[in-house]
């Protein structure tokens, strides 16, 4: 499905075989996280792994993988661990990964 064409009048090849890879890159990877979380799930990741990069780098990663590898286990781990615990991403985060930390331990 898609949401919005683009004007290749605007773009050289190289941007448009960019914007297609990325494209294709995000789409194998929410298919594969929606079979573990389902839709929703998979669309929160994958947004934010792309995002994420982009705040860190100020550039748009070529690749999905490419934003992946350069965030590091960590951070696509706290991602993931967000998405899947519906809890906020860590920069709009006032506290309620560490109250859920804290209720997991206690229960």
């Not at 994420?52 to 070529?62: L, M, S, V």
Request: proline residues 1%; aromatic residues 12%; hydrophobic residues 35%.
């Amino acid at each position: 499905m898609t949401i919005f064409t683009i004007d290749k009048t605007k773009y050289t090849e190289q941007e448009i075989e960019n914007m297609r890879q990325r494209h294709e890159d995000s789409r194998n990877a929410k298919i594969f996280f929606s079979e573990l979380f389902g839709e929703y799930k998979a669309d929160v990741i994958t947004s934010n792994v792309q995002i994420q990069y982009h705040n860190r780098n100020k550039k748009w990663a070529n690749t999905f993988e490419e934003a992946w590898r350069d965030l590091g286990y960590r951070a696509v781990a706290d991602i993931i661990f967000r998405a899947i615990n519906c809890l906020p991403c860590a920069d709009k985060d006032t506290g309620e990964k560490e109250e859920f930390l804290k209720a997991r331990v206690g229960a």
